[in-house]
Every structure is written in C-alpha cells, then in structure tokens.
C-alpha cells in the first residue's frame, strides 16, 4: 500500500515479486504527481521484502534522478538492510588518526631524502664524467651534427643577451666607481676595477648566470619533456644510452662555448666601462686604454675562464638530473625548470666563492 503527503511517499505492507506489479504502478502515478523535488519514500512500515522488491527500489532511484527528482529512502528496517546495501547511501572513508609527524622524524625524512639524491647525483657524475671522456675515442651512439647545434644554440645565439648585459654592468660599475673615486680625484683607478672585476668576477659570473637561465633550463625541459614522452626508453630500446645520445653533446658545448662567452663578455663589459668613462667623466681615451691595459693580466683572463669551465660543468649537471628526475605530468615540467635554474646558481655562487677563496689565498 502507498499513501502521500507532503513530505513525501508511505510504503506499507509486502514489496515482492508477487505485489509489484500493482505496487509500482501505484508508486509512479505519485512521484510524477508529486510537487516537491526532493522526495522521501518511507520505508518504515515495510514487513516484506525480497530480491525483486529491492531491485525495483534502486532502479526506482535512478529514474527519479533521471526526472530531474532525487529520491531519498527514510527507515528502512535493520532486517532489509543486507539485501538493500546497493540502495543505501555508503559511509565516508575513515579519518586516518595517524598524528603528524615531528621535528626528528621531519629531519630524518629530509636528511634521508637530501642522501638519496645526493647519491643520485655522485652517480650521474660518474656516468656522465665516463660518456663524455669516451666519446672523444669513440664517437657511436652519438647523432652528427648535435654538437654543432647545441653549440650555435648556447653560443652564437646565447652572445646577444649576455653582450648587452654585460655592456650594461661594465656601465653601471664605471659609473658607480667614478662617482665614489671623483671625490678623491683618482677617477683613473676605474680602469683598475674594470680590469679586474670585469674579468676575474662579473664576466664569469654573469655570463653563466644568463647562459643557466637561458640554456640550462632548455636542457632540464627537454631532458623532462623525453622522458613524460618516453622517448628515453625508446632510445634504449634501439640500444642507444641516453646520456651518451642527449647529454654529452650538451656538455662538450657547454665546455667549448661558455669560456667563449666569458671572453667576450670581458671585453664587453670593459668597453662599456670605458665608454661612461670617456664621454661621461671627461677621462682621456688613451690614458685610460694605457692604465687598462697596464693593470689588466693574463692571470684575471685565466681565472675567469677557469671559473667559466666549472660553471658550464654544474650548469649541464644540474639541468640533466632534473631532467632525468622529472616525476608526474605537464604540471611538473615548470617546476623541473624553476629548480634546475635555482640549483643552477645556488652552486654557480658557490663555486664562485670557492673559487675566489683559492684565487685570493694563492696570491
């Protein structure tokens, strides 16, 4: 038996095989004339129940939400719960009690991750050290022409951007130093400065700070972007080493092109200094070119490209272990490159300051 209200629908008595078909009809004709669109089927005064009564009740559900009505069943009896489970609604998953973890565990968790990766660096090291000493015996497995243009990539195309910085610092520093050195009247110790921060500091420094930016994030993208396309399994399937495919060309012109630059730079940077020395301090063109050159050595050029040769190194280094440890989906290929520019130049400053330390203690 079926009654309404305004609440909703009132099952009574027996819902089996034998009473459904002159049940269901009954029940239809009130859920469509019912007003109310969200309606409950009280189940409470049910005595009987069978497999056919409780399948009709979850497809009655179904097609209530297909009516644009949801369905809700109100005090079922305990003794139908276990035939109608595929009707009622399921319990949220348990709350996990487990407590946060705390400051030692934190720390274990980070000093046994910063070993894991440190261990998966000392190996990329190794592995990369060997291909790249070997392939110049033995030039297999390596594409022709891939030196060449990652080497027009870095260098040739990467000389714009770091010419015009370093024009710009070169500037900046004459101007800064000219205006601390006017008050004493020795504005021709400029010449000094330039000399010797453009070439044994700034160059290097900056030079391979644009080239991480610019190069080393293009290899960490595209060392990411081969293995989210699996295209490093596919050069190991047709029994090509990826680092020995990939990487080493990267590297050798990494090598080559970043001490390039840095010469380059050196002497950008030394002509923009000249250049606000000159025309904006009134300082003779020859007189400043003969101190330069007087003061500038063979040894800050030396060191500048010693200092470039290790920052090539770390640059390659860092963006193909990102690369290589990219995880996850296109949402994780900008943060592979935000970190392998970060690390970039944390271990360029680094190298930097070890560098200098020795430079200045050895003189």
């Known amino acids: 038996m079926v009654r309404s209200d305004e609440q909703g629908l009132h099952l009574s008595g027996e819902l089996t095989l034998a009473t459904l078909i002159a049940?269901?009809?009954e029940i239809s004709r009130l859920l469509a004339t019912h007003p109310a669109s969200q309606i409950q089927l009280?189940?409470?005064?049910?005595?009987?129940?069978?497999?056919a009564g409780a399948l009709y009740l979850q497809q009655l559900s179904a097609r209530c939400t297909a009516q644009g009505k949801a369905l809700s069943f109100q005090g079922l009896p305990s003794r139908f719960r276990e035939i109608c489970a595929p009707i009622l609604p399921k319990a949220p998953p348990p709350i996990d009690p487990s407590p946060a973890p705390g400051f030692l565990e934190r720390l274990?968790?980070?000093?046994?991750?910063?070993?894991?990766q440190?261990?998966?660096?000392?190996?990329?090291?190794?592995?990369?050290?060997?291909?790249?000493?070997?392939?110049?015996?033995?030039?297999?497995?390596?594409?022709?022409?891939?030196?060449?243009?990652?080497a027009i990539a870095t260098g040739s195309q990467g000389l714009p951007i770091v010419g015009l910085v370093l024009l710009l610092i070169g500037a900046a520093s004459a101007l800064q130093a000219s205006v601390q050195?006017?008050?004493?009247?020795?504005?021709?110790?400029?010449?000094?400065?330039?000399?010797?921060?453009?070439?044994?500091e700034l160059?290097?420094?900056?030079?391979?700070?644009?080239?991480?930016?610019?190069?080393?994030?293009?290899?960490?993208?595209?060392?990411?972007?081969?293995?989210?396309?699996?295209e490093l399994d596919g050069l190991r399937t047709?029994?090509?080493?990826?680092?020995?495919?990939?990487?080493?060309?990267?590297l050798w012109a990494m090598l080559l092109c970043l001490p390039l630059l840095t010469i380059a730079a050196d002497f950008i940077g030394?002509?923009?200094?000249?250049?606000?020395?000159?025309?904006?301090?009134?300082?003779?063109?020859?007189?400043?070119?003969?101190r330069l050159l007087d003061v500038l050595k063979l040894k800050h050029i030396l060191t500048g490209i010693v200092k470039s040769i290790s920052f090539a190194w770390v640059i390659t280094l860092l963006g193909v272990y990102q690369g290589l440890n990219f995880r996850g989906g296109a949402d994780d290929l900008g943060r592979t490159t935000t970190a392998s520019v970060v690390n970039s130049l944390l271990a360029i400053i680094a190298l930097d300051t070890f560098w200098g330390a020795i430079f200045y203690l050895k003189r």
Not at 186 to 196: D, H, K, M, Y
């Open 203 to 230: 160059g290097p420094l900056m030079t391979a700070i644009v080239v991480s930016g610019r190069s080393g994030s293009a290899i960490a993208s595209e060392m990411a972007a081969m293995k989210f396309n699996e």
């Open 42 to 51: 009280s189940l409470v005064d049910l005595t009987r129940l069978d497999l």
């Open 118 to 150: 440190a261990k998966g660096l000392l190996f990329l090291i190794s592995d990369l050290s060997c291909a790249a000493f070997t392939c110049l015996f033995d030039r297999s497995g390596i594409r022709r022409g891939s030196f060449t243009e990652q």
């Open 108 to 116: 274990g968790q980070w000093g046994y991750s910063l070993g894991r």
């Open 23 to 25: 049940t269901q009809a």
């Open 270 to 290: 030394l002509l923009g200094g000249t250049l606000v020395s000159v025309l904006v301090f009134d300082l003779s063109f020859t007189t400043f070119l003969e």
């Open 238 to 250: 047709l029994g090509l080493e990826p680092l020995r495919f990939v990487a080493v060309p990267k």
């Open 181 to 200: 050195l006017q008050k004493f009247g020795s504005n021709i110790f400029v010449a000094n400065l330039l000399a010797i921060g453009i070439c044994s």
